[in-house]
């Protein structure tokens, strides 16, 4: 089948708009003709590395460290996206539509277009790029001081990926080409995963979820799907994770203390908490009976110290359990709290080329950091907030459906094979299970007196990619 053609139609039938609107051309032209002049500090020639996925080329964040009083002082720059695109233009009002880049696996249908998100707005290598950074200063027991928020221009001097970064930073295996060659960039990608590893000892200890998560990856060849491959997290994701959470944070705390609104990102206190505690006690743990995140992730710590086996499934039945992440509107000194990072104050900031929100707080902080007048207003921020959360939901179906026919195109030549799968959803539309090597969901047909988290072993019995069907049955 033509797995692009029924991703751009997914798309359509979610609600988004693949193409860009009339008028995008002549806008990018003019941002060519016309490229920013701030007045930023320059720290070109600082050692600043980015770390993404392998074949990621819309990049919005790099990262540098040194030590310094009190404990290592990181500087997180993000992409100045807003210093391209305009409010009310063309592509902002495409973008503030879409509100995020949706990744179907075979086609990523970007917010902005890719001329400006994997061009003149990324923070690509070797090119001059206008940011905002945020600084702090991470002590040895994971507190964040000194926090700080300018514009700088800056010039990534090494594009890397997770995926061979994180194997050296966990001694698996030898250095990438761009780290061997570089004294400097091996000393600085240790000190970075340093202060990682102490904001994120310290955010454990607050009570903050720790999931290894894993996450199917398509493998084609000549055009077709053949397999997916299991991508898993490594200290490089960990390092760029952390250091993302911590400027959030800041990026949260500054608004908050100039008296602006913002939009902030949460996670709800979990409603099913005590499927949770159930799913808990069946692995012979005892959890509070009103929500402690704390507590539950002592119990995960713990299962994936003693229990590797069961680890997986228990912790991917949890974040099912914990529901999506939601965006809201907040006033200045609100803290709505997000429960899986155990933080009050959090937005998100750190990806203006793939997410409006991100857009919408870059440009909130740039009216703060200009002691101007905030560029929307309340019922403005509102609505965002309500849009964003509506189209990440849409994204999400979207590319589960992706993900379902993808993997039911690598799983065709498998009818009747045996696997061990758990318990993902028990809605009216049926019964979810989850296998887990190779990672894919479809439905338990016939499924009688199970719940999310069940442990179950399923036949394959149909694997249709054109309608994305994984149908199991109990073997």
């Given amino acids: 089948m033509n797995l692009l053609a029924a991703a751009r139609q997914e798309m359509i039938d979610h609600g988004f708009d693949p193409d860009f609107p009339k008028g995008t051309g002549e806008q990018i032209a003019q941002i060519r003709a016309h490229p920013a002049r701030d ?30 009083a009190g404990g290592i002082r990181v500087r997180v720059a ?8 305009n409010p ?42 206008y940011s905002i950074v945020v600084e702090f ?38 250095p990438p080409a761009k780290i061997a060659r570089s004294p400097e960039l091996q000393a600085q990608l240790r000190l970075q995963n340093e202060a990682a590893s102490h904001l994120c000892e310290a955010r454990h ?24 491959k299991i991508r898993r997290r490594n200290s490089a994701t960990r390092l760029i994770e952390d250091f993302m959470i911590a400027a959030n944070e800041a990026m949260a705390q500054t608004l908050s203390r100039a008296g602006s609104s913002s939009i902030r990102r949460v996670v709800k206190t979990p409603e099913r908490w005590p499927r949770i505690v159930a799913l808990a006690a069946g692995h012979g743990a005892k959890l509070p009976a009103q929500p ?35 965006y809201v509107f907040a006033r200045p000194n609100q803290q709505p709290g997000h429960f899986a990072l155990a933080v009050l104050d959090y937005t998100h900031s750190t990806a203006p080329n793939r997410r409006f929100s991100d857009l919408v707080t870059q440009r909130l902080i740039k009216a703060v950091l200009d002691g ?27 590319e589960r459906k992706m993900a379902k026919r993808l993997a039911a195109a690598a799983l065709s030549h498998r009818i009747g094979e045996i696997f061990a799968g758990v318990i993902t959803g028990v809605t009216p539309k049926g019964t979810f299970v989850r296998i887990l090597n190779p990672p894919a969901e479809g439905i338990l047909l016939h499924a009688k007196g199970v719940d999310v988290g069940d442990r179950v072993q399923v036949k394959l019995i149909q694997a249709d990619p054109g309608r994305g069907y994984i149908d199991f049955v109990k073997s």
């Avoid at 009002?93 to 994997?118: D, I, W």
């Avoid at 300018?150 to 994180?166: C, E, F, K, S, V």
């Avoid at 200890?205 to 997916?228: C, I, M, T, W, Y």
């Fill in 372 to 398: 101007k007048a905030a560029p929307y207003t309340d019922s403005e921020l509102e609505a965002i907030a309500a849009n964003c959360t509506q189209k990440e939901d849409a994204a999400r179906k979207v």
């Fill in 292 to 326: 402690d995140a704390a507590a539950l992730n002592g119990f995960l710590k713990n299962l994936r110290e003693t229990d590797g086996d069961h680890y997986q499934d228990v912790s991917l039945a949890i974040i099912k359990l914990l529901g999506p992440g939601e």
């Fill in 78 to 85: 993000i992409a100045d996206v807003d210093c391209a695109v």
């Fill in 205 to 228: 200890k607050r009570g903050a979820l720790d999931f290894d998560r894993v996450e199917a990856e398509p493998v084609f060849s000549n055009g077709d799907v053949r397999d997916l």
């Fill in 88 to 129: 009310g233009t063309p592509i902002d009002r495409h973008a503030c539509q879409q509100t995020t880049t949706v990744y179907t696996g075979v086609k990523n249908f970007s917010m902005l277009p890719e001329e400006l998100s994997t061009g003149l707005t990324s923070l690509n290598e070797d090119q001059d790029r």
């Fill in 39 to 68: 007045g930023a500090r320059d720290l070109r020639q600082l050692p600043w590395s980015s770390i993404d996925n392998d074949t990621s080329r819309d990049l919005d964040q790099c990262e540098w460290a040194e030590r310094a």
């Fill in 137 to 174: 200063v991470a002590a040895e027991d994971g507190t964040v001081t000194q926090p700080a928020i300018y514009r700088a221009l800056i010039r990534n001097h090494a594009q890397l990926a997770y995926n061979a970064t994180g194997a050296w930073l966990d001694g698996q295996a030898d």
